[in-house]
């Protein structure tokens, strides 16, 4: 079996949305998406960058904006390259949407051609509507639960990709068992990483982990096979060797974002509507390449040691490493987002006792989960079977 040789392009389609989210990193709304000359642009050098990387795997992630108010640009993108690459190169699609325009024929679309639907869904009814509002403020949960049904009956490992912020923290347990109770059982769930946080936040927040710890313990023990990023990820960090910060952050090498207008960033955080961007991190544009200068800065300053990390015991486990999350918080790829080392120290002892506990316990999916490197194909045939 040959060695995957991955490259990932986060296709920006489009600025617009159809939502007001508080939190968007990705700027203002605006009646911007990739003319057809950008799209062919963007094309051409991408097949040009696996060519010359030797990739067998491509990863097409398209992002906006909301991706699906340019449907017909995702499909002509996604199928050129199927075309352009034949059947030497691997395609996976992923599509994070909002969900408002999802239909049962648009789902089957998607799934035919193998593009994975990510869900943006932070919890309850309640939470949705203080934090993202439709535009004209119409019931998002009717609308929801129809999308939900449709997207887990093509897939039932449908992801649901959760923001906490200050404001909901505080019910962080109601809007992720809300979530899971919807069917929807793999959760990727941030942090809004450039928002104010303060020490009582974190206050809330630790009290909230404490009672999700408990909730993940039942699962484990009911043998619910599913996903929770702020544990899951935190449990990998002791059951992996940890791995140096060059190979955990891939941007602007194996990773690239792509703006509506052609611009070329490191990663999906950097990009933001013409009159918002920052210059500074722009590596090129796709009509004339990435800027070699740049691209050898920008991998410079994400391996630089940080200061601040310096004698912390949890440094190889903290996700200080991720270059977007440090320039969410610091507008710096290379200085470490005080928030997340504030929560990386209140988040792993929660996960580690649970651990701790579990694993006394020989609680055996925990067991699965966490040293059976084909834990995740036992878990589809489980739920495949069960369903």
Not at 151 to 166: G, H, Q, S
Not at 349 to 377: C, G, R, T
């Amino acid at each position: 079996m040959s060695k995957v040789i991955k490259y990932t392009v986060n296709f920006h389609i489009t600025h617009d949305c159809n939502m007001r989210c508080s939190y968007c990193y990705a700027g203002d709304k605006v009646k911007a998406s990739m003319s057809q000359s950008t799209i062919e642009a963007s094309i051409d050098f991408v097949v040009g960058e696996v060519q010359r990387k030797k990739a067998n795997k491509l990863v097409i992630a398209f992002l906006g904006g909301e991706p699906l108010m340019e449907k017909q640009q995702l499909f002509y993108i996604h199928d050129t390259f199927k075309k352009r690459l034949g059947d030497e190169v691997k395609i996976v699609g992923q599509l994070s949407t909002n969900g408002l325009l999802l239909t049962d024929s648009l789902m089957k679309e998607l799934t035919e051609r193998n593009i994975m639907v990510s869900l943006s869904l932070d919890g309850t009814p309640e939470t949705m509507q203080k934090q993202r509002p439709t535009i004209g403020n119409s019931d998002y949960s009717k609308i929801m639960q129809r999308t939900i049904k449709s997207v887990l009956k093509y897939n039932p490992f449908t992801n649901a990709f959760c923001v906490v912020t200050p404001e909901s923290s505080k019910e962080l347990y109601d809007n992720i068992t809300w979530i899971y109770d919807q069917g929807l059982h793999f959760i990727n769930c941030t942090l809004d990483y450039s928002a104010q946080w303060t020490y009582q936040d974190f206050e809330v927040l630790a009290t909230e982990y404490e009672k999700l710890s408990k909730w993940y313990e039942e699962r484990c023990n009911n043998v619910e096979h599913f996903y929770l990023s702020s544990f899951d990820e935190r449990i990998q960090t002791h059951t992996k060797k940890p791995v140096a910060c060059g190979n955990k952050c891939s941007i602007g090498n194996n990773q690239i974002s792509i703006a509506p207008n052609g611009d070329i960033y490191p990663c999906m955080q950097f990009v933001k509507p013409a009159h918002q961007a920052d210059k500074s991190v722009q590596l090129g544009k796709v009509k004339g390449g990435v800027v070699a200068s740049k691209l050898l800065q920008l991998q410079s300053d994400i391996i630089k040691d940080k200061p601040e990390c310096s004698g912390c015991k949890l440094k190889d486990r903290c996700s200080t490493w991720c270059s977007c999350i440090n320039y969410s918080s610091t507008k710096s790829v290379s200085k470490a987002s005080p928030v997340a080392c504030h929560h990386e120290k209140m988040l792993i002892p929660i996960v580690d006792k649970m651990s701790a506990k579990l694993w006394k316990e020989k609680n055996q999916l925990f067991i699965q989960k966490h040293y059976n490197p084909l834990y995740s194909f036992v878990a589809q045939a489980m739920t495949t079977y069960k369903g």
